[in-house]
């Protein structure tokens, strides 16, 4: 066995107290992290003694211990025990099962100071924070969460996006206000689809936005950090002929298991690699032979507006050219190597087939977007957070434009967003 491999085995045997324990099975994956470095992580699942010579491939027997940890600096990243059963000797245990014993060891366990983490929730067995700055939220949510049973042996420990401590966070004073930002809330305005029970409405909204402190520029709330490594394409395509449509949906290969000979090797993450202008042509090629099939009449009517490399394949991202209130969404996902249409995502069948949406284009608009938006901006709320920028390499002071409320396109009825949602 791989010398390094060997030792971290042992040493995640020995901290999380896993004598009566054999390891089951294990295995070497990578990630991106949101500051787009390239991380291996060993998965091992112990299973207990009791359960000797364990062959379900499909199930972990009850108690079993899955851990994760950095192959590289060791960190814990989380371990958890199946169905809140643990069967270590001398491991992790919290005597008289007290918060304060809690956050000592997540202090320990982490590195980090507990005072950069504000405590959101809290049982009687079972702590979650968020790691905050001055009391300002960052994004993404950096989280900690652990769990113990009625004897205080830890079940369940969880650490997200905990790993960017080199990071620089600008403090600075929050000056945004709401007033400043009308322009720019007007511009956020958006008809869309609520979802209701019964049918769907057509409604008017403020997207999320986040608004740097600088005033300089602008967040999607949904922010993609995918998108510093999209190629922005925004080319139309357009055929002359269909094609009989021969498309069969494949499955998509997994293929984040690695060898311990690249992850010694700290091999590039495939997903970082650029993506050439011979790739792009190949990629619009096979993307135009797909439409030609399942899209046979939409000619010039589709637009490739990124493409990208994403779970170990290419990500083609299109929009449809349309006037209607709504417009369709696809997502192609083809093979890296030969660059074969494998799968793809409709944004309409989710409309259609999830939302039982069918009629989103044949709702009337009576109200108009300046009547909507005289309404909505009573309900707009600003907070300020911290986002961090990949680019940059540092976190940034923004300020959180949300709206509690929609606005019927159709009566102008004020609609509470806390009961559904706006698709748009």
């Not at 008809?191 to 005033?215: A, C, H, M």
């Not at 619009?284 to 009517?301: I, R």
């Not at 409320?405 to 509470?416: R, S």
Request: proline content about 4%.
């Amino acid at each position: 066995m791989d010398k390094r491999l060997s030792e971290l085995i042992d040493y995640t045997k020995e901290t999380w107290g896993l004598a009566p324990y054999y390891l089951g099975r294990h295995q070497i994956y990578r990630k991106l992290t949101v500051d787009l470095q390239n991380i291996y992580i060993l998965n091992m699942e112990w299973f207990p003694s009791t359960y000797a010579n364990w062959t379900n491939e499909e199930e972990n027997p009850e108690g079993t211990a899955s851990i994760d940890i950095d192959f590289h600096s060791k960190e814990f990243l989380s371990a958890i025990f199946v169905e809140g059963k643990t069967y270590a000797e001398n491991g992790i245990v919290f005597p008289n099962k007290e918060s304060i014993e809690v956050q000592q060891w997540l202090a320990y366990i982490t590195g980090y100071k507990l005072e950069e983490f504000a405590l959101k929730r809290q049982e009687s067995n079972y702590l979650y924070y968020e790691r905050e700055v001055n009391g300002i939220p960052i994004s993404p949510i950096s989280y900690l969460e652990v769990e113990w049973d009625e004897q205080g042996r830890l079940t369940s420990f969880t650490k997200e996006n905990v790993n960017d401590e080199n990071a620089i966070i600008i403090e600075e004073t929050f000056s945004l206000s709401v007033l400043e930002l009308e322009e720019l809330m007007r511009e956020q305005v958006k008809l869309g689809v609520f979802p209701t029970e019964d049918d769907s409405r057509l409604v008017y909204g403020i997207g999320e936005v986040l608004v740097r402190n600088d005033k300089k520029s602008t967040i999607p709330f949904y922010f993609d950090y995918d998108l510093y490594r999209k190629n922005k394409v925004n080319q139309t395509i357009v055929w002359t002929d269909s094609k009989k449509d021969t498309f069969t949906r494949k499955s998509i290969p997994d293929n984040k298991e690695v060898t311990t000979e690249q992850a010694n090797a700290k091999e590039p993450h495939p997903d970082t690699l650029p993506i050439g202008k011979e790739e792009i042509e190949h990629c619009l090629k096979e993307v135009t032979s797909f439409l030609q099939m399942k899209f046979p009449h939409d000619s010039g009517k589709w637009v490739v507006t990124y493409i990208y490399r994403d779970r170990f394949s290419l990500h083609v991202e299109l929009e449809e050219k349309s006037e209607r209130y709504l417009h369709n969404k696809l997502l192609l996902i083809l093979d890296h190597q030969t660059k074969e249409v494998l799968n793809y995502m409709e944004k309409g069948d989710l409309w259609r087939n999830i939302l039982k949406i069918d009629n989103w284009n044949a709702k009337e608009v009576k109200i108009s977007k300046t009547e909507a938006f005289q309404e909505l901006k009573k309900h707009v709320a600003l907070t300020p957070i911290f986002v961090y920028s990949p680019l940059e390499k540092k976190y940034v002071l923004c300020g959180n434009v949300h709206c509690s409320v929609y606005i019927d396109a159709e009566n102008g009825q004020v609609l509470d967003s806390e009961d559904a949602f706006m698709i748009y």
